[in-house]
């Protein structure tokens, strides 16, 4: 499709769109070898090479981030008092439309996903496609078999909402047992309010894969960063 020049430069996030007129008007930015001063010039990123500054240009047309959110980080774009989770996305690519696909609660860790690709975002989170969401949650007493059945089985919270069935694993036994739970859903503190309905407590909760793509062990907590078409692609793995 053909894009003016200086709009698909600033879609790419480094630079804004006075900069990128900026930048053809000195005459920084090849089309196909040549260099173009009209900022209006069309072109089709998918048929002509762009280069700026003698290198070349890679029109990506969405991003996807993994980021390993910290506790204290809201899920949100912006919010006027708290740190968010696009706040700690790498500066060149502050400026495309970024969002988190879903939301962690401020005291939960672990994989989100940012990304500007409104359509994907709301096909894996949606409950229908079967995109399974797993976390490792730490239970404030030692569970039973009969709450993790209850949750297994599609618990009725507190007020009455009615979840779907989870998958549930022991992970550790003992005082505060760690239970791995798989979710396809997003329920404001979804988690939270299956193991207080089936009489236990969650005081640690992390997410540690989004369908079939695992949180990067190597991620520290407040690093993210950029998913290869590969595991864009494991997300958006449906559950049997
Ligand atoms: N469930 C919760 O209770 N909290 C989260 O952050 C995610 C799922």
Known sequence: MLQRLDKLISSQGTYTRKEAQQL???????????????????????VNSVMLNGREFCVEKFV????????????ATNDRSQKTV???????????????????DMTTTGFVLITDDGDFAHRILSPKNHIEKTYEARLAEPVTDEQLKMVAD?????????????????????????????????????????FAAAGNGVI???????????????????????LSAEEVALIDTRSE
């Open 64 to 75: 996807y981030l993994m980021l390993n959110k910290p506790k204290g980080v809201v899920s």
């Open 24 to 46: 053809i008007k000195e005459g920084a930015v090849k089309v196909d070898g040549v260099t173009v001063r009209d900022r209006g010039f069309h072109i089709d990123p998918d």
């Open 154 to 194: 599609g618990i009725v919270l507190e007020d009455g909402t009615e979840c779907l069935p989870a998958k549930l694993r022991r992970l550790e036994d003992g005082e505060n047992p760690l239970v791995e739970i798989k979710i396809c859903e997003g329920k404001y503190h979804q988690i939270k309010r299956m």
């Open 86 to 104: 696009v706040d700690l996305v790498p500066d060149e690519l502050k400026k495309r439309n970024l969002f988190p696909a879903g939301r962690l």
């Open 204 to 226: 640690e909760l992390k997410r540690t894969k989004m369908g079939g793509l695992i949180l990067d062990e190597n991620l520290r907590e407040g690093e993210c960063k950029k």
